[in-house]
């Protein structure tokens, strides 16, 4: 399988789009899509750029918020900051009820 076939099975798993939603996102027509990734014509260097400015490589994933992408590295940020936020809360809990408990005691 040429590396433009292992590219597009990777962004329809990512993704979940088709071959033509695909190349519309690249701009380019399905036929044409389709012709670069049989070999009849090249897969080059200003593709493979563009695509992955589109579709970032898997470790770069982006979500898609109300029909916005966002890359990866700021969901995993968001994800951490949510997490440090639980923490810091839990914490302020603990500390607010065992001050609660000396003024009573």
Do not use: H, W
């Not at 027509?29 to 012709?35: E, L, N, V």
């Not at 563009?50 to 579709?55: G, P, T």
């Not at 918020?65 to 994800?79: D, S």
Request: net charge positive; glycine share 8%.
């Amino acid at each position: 399988m040429c590396d433009l076939k292992k590219r597009l099975a990777r962004i329809k798993a990512d993704y979940g789009l088709t071959q033509e939603q695909i190349a519309t996102e690249l701009g380019m027509s399905r036929t044409y899509m389709s012709a670069v990734a049989s070999g009849r014509y090249p897969y080059t260097d200003s593709l493979k750029k563009k695509i992955d400015s589109v579709f970032p490589p898997s470790g770069e994933k982006r979500e898609e918020k109300n029909g916005v992408f966002i890359p990866e590295e700021l969901v995993q940020m968001f994800n951490n900051m949510s997490e440090t936020i639980r923490i810091q809360a839990r914490r302020l809990e603990e500390l607010e009820g065992g001050k609660a408990k000396q003024d009573v005691g």
